[in-house]
C-alpha cells in the first residue's frame, strides 16, 4: 500500500502544474528536495511537478518549476 498526498492540478500556459502538499522533511535540505521531486517526476512524467510543505513557523515553503 503506497502513500498518499494531498494535490492539486492547475493549468498554465497549456502546460499541466501539479502541486504536492508533502511534510517539511520532504524539502527540508536541497539534496532531499532533489530526492523528493525525482521521486515524483518519475510517476508524474508530462506533468510540471511544485513540491509545497508548510513547516513549523506555518510559513510555506515550496520547491520545483
Not at 535540505?29 to 513549523?56: I, N, W, Y
Amino acid at each position: 500500500m503506497g502513500q498518499r498526498f494531498p494535490f492539486a492540478n492547475f493549468s498554465i500556459d497549456g502546460k499541466t502544474v501539479t502541486l504536492i502538499m508533502v511534510a517539511e522533511a520532504g524539502v527540508a535540505t536541497p539534496e532531499m528536495a532533489q530526492r523528493s521531486m525525482a521521486a515524483f517526476k518519475q510517476r508524474l512524467q508530462k506533468d510540471d511537478v511544485v513540491l509545497v510543505a508548510q513547516g513549523v513557523s506555518l510559513a510555506p515553503t515550496s520547491s520545483g518549476a
